[in-house]
């Protein structure tokens, strides 16, 4: 794969929160796909399915890490979504009206503005699908605004290839896209308060560490990515250990047990009065459930900066600055992830010879 890399080529704030990826995994003895060693489990198993290779190509899987992702967590969700084309065969329609030495460019286009994320996943679908070498031209980077009309993505190859890996890579991109422009909305709203917008666990089954990394593409911030990097105490908790300092008490004493005693742990109040009780139990950050403005001003006293707050419940952007000038340290919006609409980005093919 060669690449033409645009003269601006913005960073989007990420945080290495995945790990570190074992490499591109195109060696024979671990594929990328996670399939394995000789080819069963591949979509090219023999079983009707698409001839595909394992293993992405060594640069694009360099720019995943770079960006907080794991190249080889990339491919297998790539192999899963063109899984649900291919599974009772090739894709017959392309396969039937498309020569097979046909060559073409596909344009990957926004139909509308907003904020770009996910366009190396996007390679990557193409990437597994591919069976010649492709050249790419990227003509933005993941956390770009871009305006209607505008050409975000150029990918050079067979034509039966893009075609067929076009509605996958469209998918996952107009998706992540969607994230990204919604958490930039929020972003925007908030610039200058001291408050940055976070997300939740509420994620597309699957999807969570893309839809996560889309969150920072558009200004957002990342909770916590599982149940186990962080504890966060709720209202069900409180109920269980009966009492707000009891549940704190009891995770903290689990933490050590567990040999991880430095782990964050954020509380939930729903009422002032409890506010003082956990701080005194050492809570980290607490999370001011459906308080008003009002009261998460007095929140905000209260506390005197003896831990973070986090605002959460009874959020719109109408009101996310009027929370945010109140001094919070975060803003939780499980909006974000589970119902931002999509960004609209289309694929437009121009045909060319083969060289």
């Given at each position: 794969m060669t690449t033409a890399s645009p003269d601006h080529r913005p960073e989007p704030a990420v945080l290495?929160?995945?790990p570190a990826a074992s490499g591109p995994g195109a060696d024979a003895e671990t594929p990328g796909c996670g399939c394995s060693a000789d080819g069963s489990g591949c979509a090219g198993d023999g079983a009707g399915h698409l001839d595909v290779v394992c293993g992405l190509d060594a640069e694009l899987a360099g720019l995943l890490e770079a960006a907080g992702l794991d190249p080889v967590a990339v491919e297998d969700i790539a192999h899963l979504a063109l899984a649900e084309d291919l599974d009772q065969g090739p894709d017959v329609t392309t396969n039937a009206t498309v020569p097979d030495?046909?060559?073409?460019?596909?344009?990957?286009?926004?139909?509308?503005?907003?904020?770009?994320?996910?366009?190396?996943?996007?390679?990557?679908?193409?990437?597994?699908?591919?069976?010649?070498?492709?050249?790419v031209e990227r003509h933005v980077e993941d956390g770009d605004r871009v305006e209607a009309g505008q050409v975000v993505?150029?990918?050079?190859?067979?034509?039966?290839?893009?075609?067929t890996g076009e509605r996958t890579a469209l998918n996952l991109l107009c998706r992540l896209s969607g994230v990204a422009t919604t958490t930039r909305a929020w972003a925007d709203v908030l610039r200058d308060t001291g408050a940055t917008v976070r997300d939740t666990r509420k994620t597309t089954p699957g999807l969570r560490a893309l839809e996560k990394y889309a969150v920072r593409c558009g200004g957002g911030a990342n909770h916590r990515m599982s149940l186990s990097d962080a504890a966060l105490i709720k209202d069900n908790h409180v109920v269980a250990a009966g009492g707000v300092a009891e549940a704190f008490t009891a995770v903290r004493a689990e933490l050590a047990a567990w040999g991880t005693p430095d782990l964050p742990i954020e509380v939930e109040v729903d009422r002032l009065d409890q506010i003082e009780?956990?701080?005194?139990?050492?809570a980290d950050l607490l999370l001011l459930d459906n308080f008003s403005p009002e009261?998460?001003?007095?929140?905000?006293?209260?506390v005197a900066g003896r831990a973070r707050l986090e605002s959460s419940g009874r959020l719109t952007l109408e009101?996310?600055?009027?929370?945010?000038?109140?001094?919070?340290?975060f803003l939780a919006v499980g909006a974000l992830t589970h119902s931002s609409p999509i960004l609209d980005v289309g694929l437009d093919l121009r045909s060319r010879e083969r060289d």
């Open positions: 290495n929160l995945l030495e046909a060559v073409a460019t596909a344009d990957f286009t926004a139909r509308e503005a907003g904020t770009v994320a996910g366009l190396r996943v996007a390679e990557a679908v193409l990437s597994v699908v591919a069976t010649d070498d492709m050249e993505l150029s990918v050079t190859g067979r034509t039966r290839d893009l075609l009780p956990v701080l005194e139990a050492g009261e998460t001003r007095e929140a905000v006293a209260l009101n996310a600055r009027a929370y945010g000038e109140t001094g919070v340290d």
